[in-house]
T-cell receptor, first 111, second 115 residues
Framework: GDSVTQMEGPVTLSEEAFLTINCTYT??????LFWYVQYPGEGLQLLLK?????DKGSNKGFEATYRKETTSFHLEKGSVQVSDSAVYFC??????????FGTGTRLQVFP | EAGVAQSPRYKIIEKRQSVAFWCNPI?????LYWYQQILGQGPKLLIQ????????DSQLPKDRFSAERLKGVDSTLKIQPAKLEDSAVYLC?????????????FGAGTRLSVL
């Protein structure tokens, strides 16, 4: 069945460092791909999405490119801030029309 | 626009007790979802409603979990009797099909601890 694999955390960075959180997926057909973010004490928020190969989703300085050849959707940000500390979830909607999540990656940014 | 509302935010019960969670989706959203998020894992779908009808409840442990959405708006999820392994965050989400795609919007969740 469809699945999402994320790098394990926590990812610990200093402010202004470059961020990459790896995400790969397994799905039949052409899934839509998402990154959700969960700040402490809050619900999941959609960060960005991409619906077809080579699409780049972007929001709040974060970017991810839908790579069908490598079945990946890595999340990147050029300069992280303390306020970016949160748990990040990669997810997909495939042929089952269900939203399938990865296990999440905790990001901790220190000043 | 108001977001997805859930209550309570926290609940502590003993095993074999019953508990209920409430969700009010974003106004106009026809589809409502309940997810279970166990610590260290991603959310897993329990049940999906389209208006007041069940679309998918294949992952709902029906011997102890039940859910309803009687008027096609707010919804309740019940656990009776609770087990230790039910300790988790229960998330409600809603969506409305549009040209932007079927984006799901999540509430803050109810954190359940079963002792």
């Amino acid at each position: 069945g469809d699945s999402v694999t994320q790098m394990e955390g926590p990812v610990t960075l200093s402010e202004e460092a470059f961020l990459t959180i790896n995400c790969t997926y397994t799905a039949t057909g052409y899934p839509s791909l998402f990154w959700y973010v969960q700040y402490p004490g809050e619900g999941l928020q959609l960060l960005l999405k991409a619906t077809k190969a080579d699409d780049k989703g972007s929001n709040k300085g974060f970017e991810a490119t839908y790579r069908k050849e490598t079945t990946s959707f890595h999340l990147e940000k050029g300069s992280v801030q303390v306020s970016d500390s949160a748990v990040y979830f990669c997810a997909l909607i495939g042929g089952t029309d269900k939203l399938i999540f990865g296990t999440g990656t905790r990001l901790q940014v220190f000043p | 626009e108001a977001g997805v509302a859930q209550s309570p935010r926290y609940k502590i019960i003993e095993k074999r007790q019953s508990v209920a969670f409430w969700c009010n989706p974003i106004s106009g959203h026809a589809t409502l979802y309940w997810y279970q998020q166990i610590l260290g894992q991603g959310p897993k779908l329990l049940i999906q409603f389209q208006n007041n009808g069940v679309v998918d409840d294949s992952q709902l442990p029906k011997d102890r979990f039940s859910a309803e959405r009687l008027k096609g708006v707010d919804s309740t999820l019940k656990i009776q009797p609770a087990k230790l392994e039910d300790s988790a965050v229960y998330l409600c989400a809603s969506s409305s099909r549009s040209t932007l795609g079927n984006i799901q919007y999540f509430g803050a969740g109810t954190r359940l601890s079963v002792l």
